[in-house]
């Protein structure tokens, strides 16, 4: 009898299914807490890829008012010291950016640039006037919500002026490419200018620029020891009251 020959069967485990998580679409805006406050991590320049200049400038905008709704809903003082110090931080880098390197260039490629440059420049030193008096003062001072909302009514007022004409212009003028160019100079600029008002400093390069060299890692130095918005404990509102 002869005996049946072993067979010998493979098996093949089959192929694990992979689930994966489709890649979610790029967001056009930041991230509210992808900021360099110190002990944040550091923001990118990935946005400036598909950001144009104007849309750069209206994201900081909504971040400062976002500031400034938290400051004045707030009845936290230790909240509202935090959030005095990123409004300072974010305007004062964001005003100095504008300046050294997007007003030059409404200079240039504007038909009336240099006048709405000259204007923006004024309105400018106005706020960082009021700005200066403000990050003097501390939550429980008198003067320190009535000074926020004067500093913030010009600011507001600017802020319409320049999103709905200035930018307007600027981009009608601009190509897409010198447009995303433009916005990737002011996000670095705004790495290496000052970070506090300086209200006597000169307000247009190249003199500009070397005095916010100069004063920038003072500024740096100091938040250091200053306290900013811990980002992971709140849940962001996009600049409308909580």
């Not at 938040?223 to 404990?233: G, N, Q, R, S």
Request: aromatic share 10%; charged share 30%; net charge positive.
């Amino acid at each position: 009898m002869f005996r049946q020959p072993i067979r010998f069967v493979r098996f093949v485990r089959p192929a694990a299914r992979v689930y994966c998580r489709p890649e979610p679409s790029r967001i056009v805006r930041r991230a509210y807490g992808e900021h360099h406050f110190p002990g944040n991590r550091a923001e990118g320049l990935e946005h400036s890829q598909i950001f144009k200049i104007s849309q750069a400038i209206q994201q900081d905008h909504d971040e400062i008012q976002d500031y400034y709704n938290r400051i004045v809903n707030s009845k936290d003082p230790d909240q509202q010291r935090r959030f005095q110090n990123a409004f300072v931080w974010e305007l004062a880098r964001h005003s100095i950016a504008k300046e050294i390197v997007v007003y030059p260039v409404l200079e240039q490629a504007v038909g009336d640039g240099k006048q709405r440059a000259d204007r923006d420049r004024a309105e400018h030193q106005r706020i960082k006037e009021q700005l200066y008096e403000f990050q003097k003062l501390k939550p429980g001072d008198e003067k320190f919500l009535p000074t926020l909302e004067a500093l913030f009514r010009n600011l507001k007022h600017h802020i319409e002026q320049e999103e709905g004409e200035d930018l307007v212009k600027l981009e009608d003028s601009l190509g897409l490419t010198q447009s995303k160019e433009l916005c990737q100079k002011f996000e670095k600029m705004k790495w290496f200018t000052p970070t506090r008002s300086h209200p006597n400093a000169p307000n247009k390069p190249p003199f500009e620029t070397v005095v916010g060299l100069m004063t920038a890692p003072i500024d740096k130095v100091k938040d250091l020891f200053t306290k900013f918005p811990d980002y992971e404990a709140i849940k962001p509102y996009g600049g409308k009251s909580p």
